[in-house]
């Protein structure tokens, strides 16, 4: 069974940097990707090759895999009061980019910027 369990979120002030986790099992996928509520925010392609940022968190969201954990980061730097949302890791067999096409998601988990 494939299980996307994310980890990380909390209150913190702007300015504040937060580490995003999810942790994949059951199965390993060729993308992963980063919403907020249903907006796209980052991507990447199973080796790294290919990434993604939404226009407004490029040069602050950086997004990683550790593939020896099945693992996928989202480092959240400069954190600003609009990054406030419930993240959501995603995943799927083909790359997407910013699309929506991805299958696996997790619950989410929520984040706080306070100004």
């Known amino acids: 069974q494939v299980q996307l369990v994310e980890s990380g979120g909390g209150s913190v002030q702007a300015g504040d940097s937060l580490r995003l986790s999810c942790a994949v099992s059951?199965?390993?996928?060729?993308?992963y990707a980063w919403f907020r509520q249903r907006e796209f925010v980052a991507s990447t392609s199973w080796g790294g090759?290919?990434?993604d940022y939404v226009d407004s968190v490029k040069g602050r969201f950086t997004i990683s895999r550790d593939k020896g954990k099945d693992t996928v980061y989202l480092q959240m730097n400069s954190l600003k009061p609009e990054d406030t949302a419930v993240y959501y890791c995603?995943?799927?067999?083909?790359?997407?980019?910013?699309?929506?096409?991805?299958?696996?998601w997790g619950q989410g988990t929520q984040v706080t910027v306070s100004s």
């Open positions: 995603a995943a799927d067999a083909t790359y997407y980019g910013s699309g929506q096409g991805y299958t696996y």
């Open positions: 059951g199965r390993s996928f060729n993308a």
């Open positions: 090759a290919s990434t």
